[in-house]
């Protein structure tokens, strides 16, 4: 089950533009099985199977989300946005259950500049920044942090007054499992040569992430065709540090296009 329901205002003025949205998310997800049980026991007549068939219906999985984003220009020249979620999932417990993550990006568009109109080699310049956070929640178990017992299989039983009977073995706990988050920091120039036909970007990223795996890519793609020349080189390096992990990585794009008679 699911809803999203999110309003969206819009103002223009002079050389400002800005839009705010506000919104509210809900989901809902259901989850059951089924087990036949232990086909090969013999059950005397007359008896209790003491593996029977059953029927599971796990807690059900609730996110709910709290989101506002606003975007500011000015003179199409000085771009902003600021962004904020809260967002709660039945995944944690009630300390755990909500978590905050803001963002913040701007931009500026180089090129606008008086002292660049005109400009026959330079077409097209754009700084970027950026800084937000980001959660995770979706882990294997949907009721980790709940005390959960499971049914013993047959050859596990005890017997009281000469009767088998299953045992509960509880389940691996952890009240304290909360939201992963990664915060992550951006800085970018898109650039454009001679009318955008030589253009690209060049973008650094450093990402702080919570019990998150390591990996390190070193990467170089080239394409090539009769009308265009892309190349991309994608470098990336992690470390980690007891519970947190780094992320560092450098994205170069160059591509031409050339006009084809």
Do not use: M
Not at 27 to 42: I, P, R, V
Not at 55 to 64: A, S, W
Not at 196 to 221: M, P, Q, W
């Amino acid at each position: 089950q699911t809803f999203d329901g999110f309003l969206v205002y819009k103002k223009e003025f002079d050389n400002w533009w800005f839009d705010v949205t506000g919104g509210y998310s809900y989901q809902k997800f259901e989850s059951q099985g089924y087990t036949s049980g232990e086909q090969l026991n013999y059950v005397p007549p007359g008896t209790e199977d003491p593996s029977p068939e059953e029927t599971t219906i796990d807690p059900d999985v609730v996110l709910i989300g709290y989101f506002g984003r606003a975007n500011l220009s000015f003179n199409n020249k000085y771009l902003l946005t600021l962004s904020y979620r809260r967002d709660g999932s039945s995944r944690f417990s009630e300390d755990n259950r909500w978590g905050n993550f803001p963002s913040a990006a701007f931009a500026w568009n180089i090129s606008e500049e008086d002292f660049l109109q005109g400009s026959n080699t330079l077409s097209n310049l754009k700084l970027r920044l950026s800084w937000g956070i980001t959660g995770q929640q979706d882990i294997p178990a949907a009721y980790a942090y709940l005390p959960v017992y499971s049914l013993s299989q047959v050859t596990s039983q005890v017997i009281i007054n000469g009767v088998p009977v299953n045992t509960g073995i509880p389940n691996f706990r952890n009240e304290d499992i909360k939201w992963e988050e990664t915060t992550a920091y951006n800085i970018g120039f898109d650039y454009g040569l001679f009318g955008n036909k030589i253009n690209g970007s060049i973008v650094a990223f450093y990402k702080i992430s919570e019990d998150f795996s390591v990996s390190e890519r070193f990467g170089l793609t080239s394409q090539f065709t009769r009308a265009a020349i892309s190349i991309s080189l994608n470098i990336a390096e992690g470390s980690s540090d007891s519970d947190k992990q780094f992320n560092r990585f450098l994205q170069i794009a160059l591509n031409s296009v050339n006009e084809c008679v």
